[in-house]
């Protein structure tokens, strides 16, 4: 599902996180080594937001294995597009085949019921209705973990929260992509429509290609009672792991 010009949307075909199209030649191939690189780089992507080299590297992997070989086995991840070299000088960072490599087979969800559940508590209140709490709940998932949170109670009826965060990730610094996420906000209601045919029970991450928003960003998604639309946007670069838990936290607390 993609916003067009002139306001039109479609609904894309590409595949939902979960599944995607993968290498099998390379997935069979890949060394216990070349998957550590791949999760470290990754990891370090997430945090920095700048290019990994193989020096940052060697600390983690260990003195056994030297920078011309970390070198090499990136050099390889390259050639097989998990990873990507934004210029010569420049260390690599995660493509979006790599960023799917990890979803399939290294995410570590964490347990942050605990956290979400007393952050929720200053939020919360009896003179509240359900539809003010959900917002309040909207506002910790964003504060937590940094990106746009979105909320609908009907097709006609969308809360947004976050989109602050959103732009102040370096990723927005690309004018374009700052461009044609605020046409999808400008015409949120209409897009959320469309999200309503294609999201399911499942709190699922789409991202790249398969993400409905950008092919550039990522996006957990997941429909809770009652038809209620739960949404959390942000970058590919964005903490899968902690950002799954937030999710499934928010649906959670929503349906009990």
């Known amino acids: 599902m993609k916003l067009l010009n002139n306001s039109t949307i479609e ?3 590409s595949p939902r996180q979960g599944g995607g199209t993968r290498n099998d030649k390379m997935i069979n191939s890949m060394t216990e080594r070349q998957e550590k690189i791949l999760k470290e780089i990754i990891k370090s992507y997430i945090k920095l937001a700048q290019p990994i080299s193989s020096e940052c590297l060697m600390g983690k ?6 920078s011309a070989t970390v070198r090499n086995e990136m050099a390889e991840l390259e050639a097989e597009n998990y990873l990507f070299q934004p210029h010569a000088s420049a260390g690599r960072i995660p493509a979006e085949k790599g960023y799917q490599y ?8 964490k347990d942050l019921s605990q956290i979400f559940a007393r952050y929720s508590k200053r939020v919360i209140s009896d003179k509240k209705t359900k539809e003010e709490i959900c ?3 909207a506002k910790v998932v964003a504060h937590l973990s940094g990106e746009a949170v979105i ?8 809360y947004y929260t976050g989109i602050f965060n959103l732009f102040s990730q370096p990723e927005f610094s690309q004018f374009n992509l700052i461009r044609d996420f605020s046409q999808i906000i400008d015409n949120l209601d209409e897009f959320v429509t469309l999200l309503y045919s294609c999201v399911g029970d499942e709190v699922e991450i789409s991202l790249g290609r398969a993400n409905p928003f950008s092919p550039q960003l990522a996006s957990i998604l997941t429909m809770a009672q009652n038809k209620t639309l ?7 670069r964005m903490d899968f792991d902690k950002n799954l838990a937030l999710m499934k936290s928010f649906k959670n607390f929503i349906e009990d």
Request: proline letters at 3%; a negative charge; hydrophobic letters at 45%.
């Open 11 to 13: 609904i894309a075909t």
């Open 151 to 158: 909320i609908s109670f009907s097709k006609d009826n969308v």
């Open 102 to 109: 990890y979803l399939d087979h290294f995410l570590e969800e």
């Open 230 to 236: 739960l949404g959390l946007i942000g970058p590919m």
């Open 61 to 66: 992997l260990g003195n056994k294995v030297s």
């Open 135 to 137: 917002k309040n709940l």
